[in-house]
T-cell receptor
Framework: NAGVTQTPKFRVLKTGQSMTLLCAQDMNHEYMYWYRQDPGMGLRLIHYSVGEGTTAKGEVPDGYNVSRLKKQNFLLGLESAAPSQTSVYFC????????????FGEGSRLTVL | GENVEQHPSTLSVQEGDSAVIKCTYSDSASNYFPWYKQELGKRPQLIIDIRSNVGEKKDQRIAVTLNKTAKHFSLHITETQPEDSAVYFCAASLPFSGSARQLTFGSGTQLTVLP
């Protein structure tokens, strides 16, 4: 039982390049989320999904796209990376119930030059 | 939307002393308040949470208190140990409506326990 797994763990991009972060969970969770973590700003929600085939915008969605083609996977895409997207990205998942606990992945550190 | 402010941003305590971290929230409809701990280079993990129908909750050395009137909640850690050193995040969430629970996080507190 791996929990929530993110790939890649580290990536360096040049401005304008594109990339995709993959999140996979094996807990059969309905809900999945992408957060970014910046110094002094806590965790901010980028996009989330309430089930296979659904996505919704969070607090800071601009410059990102997501897809949830399979229940266990949630992809975060950057079509044209900008230096402002340099951050640590965390995927999380949770049950569809009141409990609300988020299970986080280990994080992906992205640097845009 | 919800806004969560967290203080202090850094906190140093002597081993064995207590530590208190405070958060305020803006939306009186928020009803769920979790605390996450993030050790250096690791993922955030839930350590305790409280719902708005409860004023206080304890789990061994950690406790959380909630004052709905003042819209603030606090994390209390007693008998601190070196392994308590980490960044702590508070969060607040509006009532669960069948859609994904959207947490608004505070900016984090770096707790350092000095030996």
């Amino acid at each position: 039982n791996a929990g929530v797994t993110q790939t890649p763990k580290f990536r360096v991009l040049k401005t304008g390049q594109s990339m995709t972060l993959l999140c996979a969970q094996d807990m059969n969770h309905e809900y999945m989320y992408w957060y970014r973590q910046d110094p002094g700003m806590g965790l901010r929600l980028i996009h989330y999904s309430v089930g296979e085939g659904t996505t919704a915008k969070g607090e800071v969605p601009d410059g990102y796209n997501v897809s949830r083609l399979k229940k266990q996977n949630f992809l975060l895409g950057l079509e044209s990376a900008a230096p402002s997207q340099t951050s640590v990205y965390f995927c999380a998942s949770s049950w569809k119930r009141e409990t609300g606990e988020l299970f986080f992945g280990e994080g992906s550190r992205l640097t845009v030059l | 939307g919800e806004n969560v402010e967290q203080h202090p941003s850094t906190l140093s305590v002597q081993e064995g002393d207590s530590a208190v971290i405070k958060c305020t929230y803006s939306d009186s409809a928020s009803n769920y308040f979790p605390w996450y701990k993030q050790e250096l280079g690791k993922r955030p993990q839930l350590i305790i949470d409280i719902r708005s129908n409860v004023g206080e909750k304890k789990d061994q050395r950690i406790a959380v208190t909630l004052n709905k009137t003042a819209k603030h909640f606090s994390l209390h850690i007693t008998e601190t140990q070196p392994e308590d050193s980490a960044v702590y995040f508070c969060a607040a969430s509006l009532p669960f409506s069948g859609s994904a629970r959207q947490l608004t996080f505070g900016s984090g507190t770096q707790l350092t326990v000095l030996p």
